[in-house]
Each structure stands twice: as structure tokens, then as C-alpha cells.
């Protein structure tokens, strides 16, 4: 049951009470002028129980057919909702009559009248008409849920697909480290280093269950990245990284944000004793985490298609609704991504 119609729920005798006190208000208005009338003076007392019997007869009324449409027909079309409930009020008012004939001997009035049988229908009427509000509403509730399950569904889809693009072309490059730390013969060294590759990919792994991930974990990640490139560059590729540690569990970003953008600048760049590569990466007062580095063109142009900048950009779109920002100079080349 959606909440429109639980809180409904919860609340239904309440609204029978207050709803049968609005259906008999002709009958309160004449009130005084019936109670003190000829024909009632005899019998005030038998005329007090019988208006008390009818407000919390059609209060009862009221509260069976409200409870009705919200557990029983919540499925129903409005003419069947409609005949459903005309029937319940028709065997109500049949119960009703036999018992008001014996007040009405007794003194009150109206205890068959058209009034009577106007008061039964507005019951039936009110019923329906709520009972069939309810199911639209719930309908509609249904629908947006489903829609916003499916967005979500398409979002997740594509955001593993942009992701998974990653994976390869990171594992093949990796592996070349590993070759060159056994034809050196460190043992240590490449139990090490495997031992950082297993965190790192597990860590590329775990993404596509994640979407966002805090700071702290990008950096951890970029921390262990940096082991390794230490292998392949020696430690002619440096990471300079000042983030405040609260801003580090305060803020997200997309998973595997840092690493398109650290192997960009390895594709792009020449790393050696005479071109030495310091990726900074640091926040500005409008919570941007800024990446930058110099700028070291290789002599061939490197054979990429650019989808890695592409697609960061594209997963910042999906899981923030958010731009990156790209300033390229002659000397720096800066990437602003947008926290959360």
C-alpha cells in the first residue's frame, strides 16, 4: 500500500466519524427546531438515541466502505468500484430501515425519508470516488517508481560500460612492470609489486558496484599506483597530493576518476631523466579537485582515440549531472573535477 493510502488507512475511523458529521449536517442544522417540536416532546430521549444511532450508523457505513477501497477493490475500474459499493449501501439502508420504523413510532422523524436515502448515496458516492483517487494515485506512484528503476538501470548500464573500458588497456600496461622486475630477478620487489596490483585491481573490480566513491579512496588508489609506476619510470614519474584529510572523507566523485587522467598523461607525455613528470593534485575554495601537470610532448604523436577523457567526462554526467573543466596552456595541461 502506498503511503497516501497507509496514511489514509491509519486514520479511517476518524475520517467516518468526520465524514458521516459533514453527511448528516442537514439533519444537525435542524437539529433545535425538531427536538423541540410537538411531536417530540414526549420523547426527547428516544429522539436523542435515534439521531445518535444514525450519525454513528452511517459513520459505521462510512468507515466499512472506506475500508473496503483501500484493502479489497484497490484494483477495481470506477463502475465496478461504483456497483460494488451501491450494493453495500443498498443492503445497509435495507438493515437500517426496519430499525428506524421503531423510533419513528416513537416520535423521530425522517427515519425513512428522502434525506435518508440522499445521506446513503453521498456515503456510497464519497467511497467510490476516494477509493478511485487512491488507485490512481497509486498507479501513477507505480509508474514513476518503475521509470526512475529503469533510468537508474540504463544509468548503471552505461556507467559500466564507460568504466569497463578502463580495465584493459590498464591491465596490459601493468603487466609489462611485472616482466621487468623478474628479468631483474627481485623477488621482493615483485611480490610487492603484485601484491599493489592485487589491491589495484581489485579495487577496479569492486567500481562497478560503487558509481561514487570518497576522495580518501581515489587517493588511496593513485597512492598504490604510484608504487607501481615507480617500477616502470623510476621515480621519474612523482605524485605531489595535498588534500585536507576531512575533505577527503566529506567528498565524492565518480569511481576511478584520477586513474584516465594519470595514464593521459603518460600516453601523451615523455618520461625520462630529462623530462621528469609531477602530477599535482590538489582542491580549490569551489571543492574542485584540480590535476595537473607539465607538459612534455612525445615526438610521435601516441595512437589513442582520446575516449579516456571522453569518458570521464561522460561518467561525471551520468552519476553527478556535472561538467570537468580542461585548460590546456603550453607548459600545463589542468583537469577540474567537480566534488560532491
Not at 496514511?7 to 423541540?36: D, K
Request: hydrophobic share 45%.
Amino acid at each position: 500500500m502506498n503511503s497516501f493510502a497507509a496514511h489514509i488507512s491509519r486514520r479511517i475511523l476518524l475520517i467516518g466519524l468526520i465524514g458521516a458529521m459533514l453527511i448528516i449536517y442537514p439533519n444537525v442544522i435542524c437539529l433545535p427546531w425538531e427536538f423541540y417540536s410537538p411531536a417530540a416532546q414526549s420523547h426527547q430521549i428516544v429522539f436523542s438515541l435515534f439521531f445518535i444511532f444514525r450519525y454513528l450508523y452511517i459513520a459505521g457505513l462510512f468507515t466499512l466502505l472506506l475500508r473496503f477501497n483501500l484493502r479489497k477493490a484497490t484494483l477495481y475500474q470506477l463502475k465496478r468500484r461504483f456497483f460494488y459499493n451501491f450494493m453495500i449501501a443498498v443492503a445497509a439502508y435495507v438493515i437500517f430501515v426496519p430499525i428506524s420504523l421503531n423510533f419513528k413510532f416513537c416520535g423521530a422523524r425522517d427515519a425513512i425519508g428522502s434525506i435518508l436515502i440522499f445521506q446513503f448515496f453521498v456515503v456510497c458516492c464519497i467511497s467510490t470516488l476516494l477509493g478511485h483517487i487512491i488507485m490512481l494515485y497509486k498507479t501513477q506512484q507505480e509508474k514513476e517508481i518503475e521509470i526512475e528503476r529503469l533510468r537508474t538501470e540504463n544509468l548503471q548500464s552505461r556507467c559500466d560500460a564507460l568504466t569497463n573500458q578502463i580495465n584493459p588497456h590498464f591491465f596490459f600496461n601493468s603487466l609489462s612492470g611485472i616482466s621487468s622486475l623478474i628479468r631483474k630477478k627481485d623477488d621482493k620487489k615483485t611480490l610487492e609489486y603484485v601484491d599493489q596490483l592485487s589491491d589495484m585491481f581489485r579495487y577496479i573490480l569492486q567500481s562497478d558496484r560503487k558509481g561514487v566513491v570518497s576522495l580518501r579512496e581515489e587517493l588511496e588508489f593513485i597512492e598504490a599506483f604510484q608504487f607501481v609506476a615507480e617500477v616502470r619510470f623510476a621515480n621519474k614519474l612523482v605524485f605531489l597530493i595535498d588534500i585536507d584529510n576531512a575533505a577527503k572523507d566529506s567528498l565524492t566523485l565518480p569511481v576511478l576518476s584520477l586513474l584516465p587522467l594519470v595514464d593521459n598523461v603518460i600516453v601523451h607525455n615523455k618520461i625520462d631523466a630529462d623530462h621528469k613528470m609531477e602530477i599535482s593534485i590538489f582542491m580549490n575554495e569551489c571543492d574542485e579537485l584540480i590535476v595537473s601537470n607539465p607538459i612534455h610532448p612525445k615526438l610521435s604523436v601516441p595512437l589513442t582515440n582520446g575516449t579516456g577523457l571522453k569518458n570521464l567526462e561522460n561518467r561525471f554526467l551520468l552519476l553527478t549531472n556535472r561538467k570537468i573543466r580542461v585548460e590546456m596552456t603550453e607548459k600545463r595541461f589542468t583537469v577540474y573535477l567537480p566534488l560532491k
